[in-house]
């Protein structure tokens, strides 16, 4: 689905991803891990578009979309969710993923002005679309919630909502359990297994929380210092030494096997 290869991307003097080349097959969770510093979100901005790469190409599938903009990659179905929701907050959860879809008629004043008719058949659909997405990640209690007052975890089961509205090829995850209790975490991965298994969808994942890692993500990619270190099953990561040295004193909980 997604192929990494050679990418540089430099801040001044700073490699912040050196020469990383990796991939990401259809229909898996990969997950993405490292301690801090190791160029994951840099990596992942090169990948969505928000940074152009100095050197290196990146491919969905067959196609070349190095330096692609992220609206660009968005028509494309690559979409990303942040370490910090992005919801727009004074309007209600059904209408935040309403407005997901690109290229709605009612945004064109000839078809809201003309062919009305078109506009309302169109909502209805997208409507029906937002609420069959409210009821898979079980929020349907808040529809009508504004999303400015939904918990952190709720927001991140928003963000994963808007990813359903439109035809996701590739979706990256960013910290999806960032500052999210265990109870809702175990709701988010639950819905990404869900999205996974019953919908084939493909998710590229940045995260700390081992115990979620060791959950959704077969295989795992280590980075340190801007390089991909390791990339196996959580059971060869955790027991990798090289992966164990680099995370030494950062915050790592090794299990023992």
């Not at 979100?41 to 100095?54: D, E, H, K, Q, R």
């Not at 979706?171 to 209790?181: K, M, R, S, Y």
Request: glycine letters at 8%; a neutral charge; one cysteine or more.
């Amino acid at each position: 689905m997604l192929k990494v290869q050679n990418i540089n991307k430099y801040f001044g003097g700073l490699k912040a991803v050196n020469n990383v080349t990796l991939k990401v097959n259809q229909g898996s969770i990969t997950g993405l891990i490292g301690p801090n510093g190791a160029g994951k979100t840099t990596l992942f901005n090169t990948i969505a578009g928000v940074y152009s790469p100095n050197s290196g190409e990146i491919f969905l599938e067959d196609n070349n979309i190095t330096g692609l903009k992220p609206h660009e990659l968005f028509n494309l179905g690559i979409l990303r969710t942040f370490q910090i929701a992005h919801e727009f907050s004074s309007l209600t959860v059904l209408e935040n993923l309403m407005m997901v879809p690109n290229k709605q008629l009612g945004e064109n004043l000839i078809y809201a002005w003309f062919k009305n008719s078109l506009v309302k058949k169109q909502e209805e659909e997208i409507r029906a679309k937002a609420i069959e997405v409210i009821d898979f990640l079980n929020l349907s209690h808040l529809t009508q919630e504004l999303a400015g007052n939904l918990s952190g975890g709720q927001k991140k089961l928003l963000e994963l909502g808007r990813t359903m509205m439109v035809d996701s090829k590739l979706v990256l995850l960013d910290e999806v359990g960032a500052g999210v209790n265990r109870t809702l975490l175990n709701e988010i991965s639950d819905a990404i297994i869900r999205l996974n298994k019953e919908k084939n969808y493909t998710f590229f994942v940045i995260e700390h929380d081992m115990d979620l890692i060791e959950k959704i993500c077969d295989p795992v990619i280590v980075m340190a210092e801007g390089s991909v270190l390791f990339e196996g099953k959580f059971a060869q990561v955790k027991s990798n030494e090289e992966v164990i040295e680099a995370y030494l004193g950062r915050g790592m909980k090794v299990k023992k096997a």
